[in-house]
């Protein structure tokens, strides 16, 4: 079946810095790749995606590239903001709109 | 243009008890799915409704089931509640096509007690 992996939190970082997470993934056929982001209290909001293999995408300063040889979705940003405290799930669509989520990273962004 | 909105937004029911909630999805879309998202966790696929049937489940009993109208909006309904049920649920929408996005609604949380 499909499965989503990603590094477990918290990931603290001060302001400015870079960051990654990781993001792996196994599923049949050929998925779509998504990060979306909680912040507290809220619903999820897509943060990017990825439909193709090669594909990066990208929004708000973070990207992710879609790797079909490594199977793997890292979200990346080069320069952290407090505000981008939140938690960070991963997911993938083999088809159907039927998302299939990682367990969440959380992120703490220090002044 | 309103996105996906869910009610109500905060409930406590009774072990035993039925909950039912309700989404109206994002305009133009036709595909309503709902999932769980227990504390600390992601969110969990639980059914996924298509011109108003069930097309797809995931995981969970028949104490959850589901309703989509005419109109594209859902109900999630859980019976005989367990205070294992307590969580956020969300409620998504989309087109149905493949690689399309899905919007998420801020979620109704369900407090079992």
């Known amino acids: 079946g499909n499965s989503v992996t990603q590094m477990e939190g918290p990931v603290t970082l001060s302001e400015e810095a870079f960051l990654t997470i990781n993001c792996t993934y196994t599923?049949?056929?050929?998925?779509?790749l998504f990060w979306y982001v909680q912040y507290p209290g809220e619903g999820l909001q897509l943060l990017l995606k990825?439909?193709?293999?090669?594909d990066k995408g990208s929004n708000k300063g973070f990207e992710a590239t879609y790797r079909k040889e490594t199977t793997s979705f890292h979200l990346e940003k080069g320069s952290v903001q407090v505000s981008d405290s939140a938690v960070y799930f991963c997911?993938?669509?083999?088809?159907?709109?039927?998302?299939?989520f990682g367990k969440g990273t959380m992120l703490l962004v220090s002044p | 243009d309103a996105g996906v909105t869910q009610s109500p937004t905060h409930l406590i029911k009774t072990r035993g008890q039925q909950v039912t909630l309700r989404c109206s999805p994002k305009?133009?879309?036709?595909?309503v799915s709902w999932y769980q998202q227990a504390l600390g966790q992601g969110p969990q696929f639980i059914f996924q409704?298509?011109?108003?049937?069930?097309?797809q489940r995931g995981n969970f009993p028949d104490r959850f089931s589901g309703h989509q109208y005419p109109n594209y909006s859902s109900e999630l309904n859980v019976n005989a509640l367990l205070l294992g049920d307590s969580a956020l649920y969300l409620c998504?929408?989309?087109?149905?096509?493949?690689?399309?996005?899905?919007?998420f609604g801020e979620g109704s949380w369900l407090t079992v007690v």
């Open positions: 409704y298509y011109e108003e049937e069930e097309r």
């Open positions: 305009s133009g879309h036709d595909t």
């Open positions: 599923a049949t056929g050929y998925p779509s």
């Open positions: 998504a929408s989309s087109l149905n096509a493949f690689g399309n996005t899905i919007y």
């Open positions: 997911a993938l669509d083999s088809g159907y709109s039927t998302l299939t």
């Open positions: 990825a439909t193709k293999a090669d």
